[in-house]
């Protein structure tokens, strides 16, 4: 493999702390650029490439409405809207670590995407392939609520070589582009090989940060202020500010910039971006008032500088916090604008991170914004963070990140596996301090939108539970204490250490690992019981379970949590499946399991 496309392969085994070999590896490396690309959310390339019996794929990544899709209840939760315009991607991917592009090669992956695309596959298909068409089937089944009214599908064949449009090759990839357009199943198939060049840019433009120089026709400062040292409020030609800011060497819409923004672009059907269209397009009067027709833009960057006597304003690793409506609009119609439309653009200079909250949730609170979306805006979030910073100054500990907002800790060397964003911490929080296991690895929007209230249970613990949270936020309540959710995510990050490293047959029990976790405390405490979040205890009840693992104790204790795991698998007659595992059934009878267990 090439020395600088091998060692971004080995960056990325460092940064998710994955042991596996390199062909295994360079499979991870090519789902993880290949979706980073098309996904901005934090996620673990293990979660999205085949495991055993791939039949001849090796990656089937499912996004939908901009969420990455991991399984069946994912997808019905996607589709569980009012929303009729959902845009849908797959991506079918095929990895091979040698440096050439064979056709016996593509020919094979011909065969695998055929026999997936079927629905009804005769290749021997492992569990994940297995589910993945079940989402498929369920796609298909939704197509009222699809863009398009088909799912878009892209399909790329990876070496580690150098394509060079062989006649064969190139005739066995147009075969599988025709094969696909033919199922009349997408409104757009785009299949397209990549070599080491291609994957080594794609994992550049996803690593390394941002920068743009923007020409300003005229600008005002702002004195300046606590946290903000410089801004100022300017006009510049808006298709120059989109080919600096907004848009891509492919001509394609910069999603890494809008990672701050509080909501995605709502599409062109949107109403007020129907307005803002209809501006744009007015030629002779409206164009030229775009400026004061439209809000603007607001560009925040830790970073900037501006040279007054050529009106040139730089900026570094920035994010359009407000305006992303306005952006995508004007780039859909980036060729008919002309340097008459002008647009007004706020640029703030902060490293604050807590300017740039305040910022958003003051000129988005008079949209209609779904509540989740302000979590991270929330002062317990805030103070969680603040914890995390915290503990990570004790040597005794690893360092662990909350990444209170969008890809925050991006160009940082910082392995991924200690990151954990709003979704992956509320996972390991209700999981651990809700006793909730079988609601954590449900649709994570439905879970951050919900109350605890809904759930049948029979333990008399979880009715406690229950009960104590009716009127209560499922995550960042005010009355929490911040060390219940860092104890929550380190007992979650170890069992992955665990798992990643495949110790104690750890991998075996990944599907439990939020009941693991929630099984953890109880281990370490020696018996079941709830703690109050809010309560005097709850500090030294977190205090034993962070330092269960300043030794090789945890493994003993996660190894305990194995046991009950299996006693009540082999009383289920050997098997649980997915479906039982999200019933609140199982749950209880690991608690009642566990409760005897510890005597």
Same mark, same amino acid.
């Given at each position: 493999m090439h020395a600088i496309l091998k060692q971004y392969v080995q960056d990325l085994s460092t940064q998710f702390e994955i042991e596996a070999e390199e062909s295994k590896l360079f499979e991870y490396f090519c789902n993880y650029v290949i979706t980073s690309k098309k996904y901005l959310g934090r996620f673990n390339p293990i979660d999205i490439t085949t495991q055993e019996d791939d039949a001849s794929l090796d990656g089937v990544i499912f996004i939908v409405d901009g969420e990455l899709i991991y399984n069946i209840d994912d997808?019905?939760?996607?589709?569980?809207?009012h929303k009729t315009s959902l845009p849908v991607e797959i991506i079918l991917?095929?990895?091979?670590?040698?440096?050439?592009?064979?056709?016996?090669?593509?020919?094979?992956?011909?065969?695998?995407?055929?026999d997936f695309?079927?629905?009804?596959?005769?290749?021997?298909?492992g569990i994940y392939n297995t589910q993945a068409i079940e989402i498929l089937k369920l796609i298909f089944k939704n197509v009222k609520k699809i863009h398009n009214k088909k799912p878009s599908l892209t399909i790329n064949f990876c070496t580690s070589g150098t394509y060079n449009t062989e006649r064969e090759v190139k005739a066995t990839l147009d075969i599988i582009e025709r094969f696909c357009i033919e199922t009349d199943y997408f409104s757009k198939v785009e299949v397209k090989p990549l070599g080491r060049k291609e994957l080594m840019d794609l994992w550049i433009s996803i690593t390394e940060k941002n920068e743009a120089e923007l020409q300003l026709i005229d600008y005002i400062g702002i004195e300046s202020m606590p946290d903000i040292p410089q801004s100022y409020i300017a006009t510049v030609k808006a298709k120059h500010f989109i080919e600096k800011i907004a848009m891509d060497e492919d001509g394609k819409i910069k999603e890494s910039v809008f990672e701050e923004n509080i909501r995605a672009y709502l599409g062109g059907e949107n109403k007020v971006n129907k307005k803002i269209s209809e501006t744009i397009t007015d030629s002779k009067i409206k164009s030229k008032q775009f400026p004061v027709l439209n809000n603007g833009v607001t560009i925040i960057s830790p970073e900037l500088s501006i040279q007054p006597n050529t009106k040139v304003i730089t900026l570094t690793n920035y994010q359009i916090i407000n305006g992303c409506q306005t952006t995508n609009t004007l780039h859909h119609h980036y060729n008919e604008i002309n340097d008459d439309v002008r647009l007004i653009v706020k640029f703030i200079e902060s490293q604050d991170t807590d300017v740039a909250s305040r910022i958003?949730?003051?000129?988005?609170?008079?949209?209609?914004?779904?509540?989740?979306a302000f979590l991270a805006l929330k002062e317990k979030a805030r103070m969680v963070q603040k914890f995390f910073d915290l503990k990570r100054k004790d040597d005794?500990?690893?360092?662990?990140?909350?990444?209170?907002?969008?890809?925050?800790?991006?160009?940082h060397e910082i392995q991924s596996t200690r990151i954990y964003d709003i979704k992956e911490l509320a996972r390991c929080f209700i999981s651990v301090f809700k006793a909730n296991p079988h609601n954590a690895a449900r649709y994570v929007k439905k879970i951050l939108n919900q109350k605890p209230t809904d759930q049948k249970v029979s333990d008399q613990q979880a009715a406690e539970q229950q009960a104590s949270d009716k009127n209560e936020d499922v995550i960042f309540s005010p009355l929490d204490n911040e060390c219940a959710y860092f104890a929550s995510v380190y007992i979650c990050y170890k069992y992955n250490t665990m798992i990643n490293g495949r110790r104690e047959n750890a991998q075996k029990y990944n599907k439990y690992r939020w009941h693991i976790a929630m099984l953890y405390p109880w281990v370490v405490h020696g018996k079941v019981e709830k703690i109050e979040l809010n309560s005097?205890?709850?500090n030294i009840y977190c205090d034993k379970i962070i330092k269960s693992f300043e030794n090789d104790?945890?493994? #003993? /204790?996660f190894s305990k949590c194995h046991e009950i795991i299996?006693?009540?698998?082999?009383? #289920? /007659?050997?098997?649980?499946?997915?479906?039982?595992l999200k019933r609140s059934r199982f749950t209880s009878a690991l608690i009642e399991k566990t409760r005897k267990s510890l005597g």
């Open positions: 997808a019905e939760a996607a589709f569980d809207t991917t095929q990895a091979k670590s040698g440096e050439n592009f064979f056709k016996s090669d593509i020919s094979n992956f011909k065969v695998g995407i055929e695309l079927s629905l009804d596959p005769k290749l021997p298909n958003i949730e003051a000129t988005n609170s008079q949209s209609a914004i779904e509540g989740e005794k500990l690893e360092s662990l990140y909350f990444e209170r907002r969008e890809n925050e800790y991006r160009g005097k205890k709850i104790a945890y493994i #003993s /204790n299996d006693a009540v698998v082999k009383e #289920s /007659n050997g098997d649980v499946t997915d479906d039982q």
